[in-house]
């Protein structure tokens, strides 16, 4: 069985919202706009880290999540401001604020949770040995796959 040892990227192990620490496990089950399966992992399925670092760790993720949504709500009232030119309809604004930031509740959910815990977590750091990926042969996967099969009597 061989590794790779290369370091993968902060900024692509963020976007695919990967653990901080292995850079490699996935943070959240499913897709970002799947419907009942937008929820965060418990823990890493590589490395095994906790992502809940102590009980109610996540509330935190409300005031990133809260900064996401004031970013959001100008850039909507600024792109409206210049596809319209309209100064006068508060309906226009209200609407397009509200549709948008509905729509983006997902990746605010997402993102708000992965920005915690790379930038504003002090106790997690990455650690470059669990940053690998195991690659197998074909003939050591078949004899591999039989090692963790339970006999039940």
């Known amino acids: 069985m061989e590794t790779t040892d290369s ?3 902060k900024s692509w192990a963020m976007l695919h919202a990967k653990c901080p620490r292995c850079r490699r496990g996935n943070m959240f089950e499913g ?7 937008n929820k965060i992992n418990i823990l890493c399925p590589h490395c095994h880290m906790t992502f809940e670092i102590e ?7 409300m005031y990133v999540s809260y900064a996401l949504n004031i970013m ?5 009232c600024l792109a409206t401001y210049l596809i319209t030119h309209n ?3 508060p309906w226009l604004y209200l609407s397009t604020i509200l549709t948008g930031c509905i729509l983006v509740s997902p990746v ?9 815990l790379y930038w504003l977590s002090p106790k997690i750091h990455y650690h470059r040995e669990l940053d690998k990926v195991e690659i197998n042969s074909g003939k050591e996967n078949a004899a591999n796959g039989f090692t963790n099969l339970k006999i039940v009597k």
Do not use: D
């Open 108 to 116: 605010n959910f997402r993102y708000s949770r992965v920005i915690l």
């Open 72 to 76: 959001e709500v100008g850039f909507f």
């Open 7 to 9: 370091a993968t990227p």
């Open 55 to 61: 009980p109610g760790y996540f509330y935190a993720a």
């Open 87 to 89: 100064t006068v309809s």
């Open 31 to 37: 897709g970002m706009y799947s419907f009942g399966s």
